[in-house]
Nanobody
Framework: QVQLVESGGGLVQPGGSLRLSCVASGNIVSINAMGWYRRVSGKQRELVASITRYGTINYGDSARGRFTISRDISKAILYLQMNSLEPDDAAVYYC?????????????WGQGTQVTVSS
């Protein structure tokens, strides 16, 4: 079994910062890519940022210039540093991983962490 557990969400004022973390654990052979999506109630899920095993990074339009994705490969931890947060950034943020577990490749998701941006 593979688990992804996010943390770091919470309430922040506009202009503030948060750092999200995602810890991957379980029977993981290798990770092809990890990333963050977010979902606002009633809207489609949106890519925030992703990073491949080779370090190639992709940011969604809303994150570019304000958010930074990074990882600790040895600990299978993914981070998302979010700066200059705006009310429109409020959402549930989900971690995902495209990885090999045993002989099976699959996409795995965390349970999500709520980010609220409000004064």
């Amino acid at each position: 079994q593979v688990q992804l557990v996010e943390s770091g969400g919470g309430l922040v004022q506009p202009g503030g910062s948060l750092r999200l973390s995602c810890v991957a654990s379980g029977n993981i052979v290798s990770i092809n890519a990890m990333g963050w999506y977010r979902r606002v109630s009633g809207k489609q899920r949106e890519l925030v940022a992703s990073i491949t095993r080779y370090g190639t990074i992709n940011y969604g339009d809303s994150a570019r210039g304000r958010f930074t994705i990074s990882r600790d490969i040895s600990k299978a931890i993914l981070y998302l540093q979010m700066n200059s947060l705006e009310p429109d950034d409020a959402a549930v943020y989900y971690c995902y991983a495209d990885l090999w577990s045993g002989a099976d490749r699959g996409n795995y998701w965390g349970q999500g962490t709520q980010v609220t941006v409000s004064s």
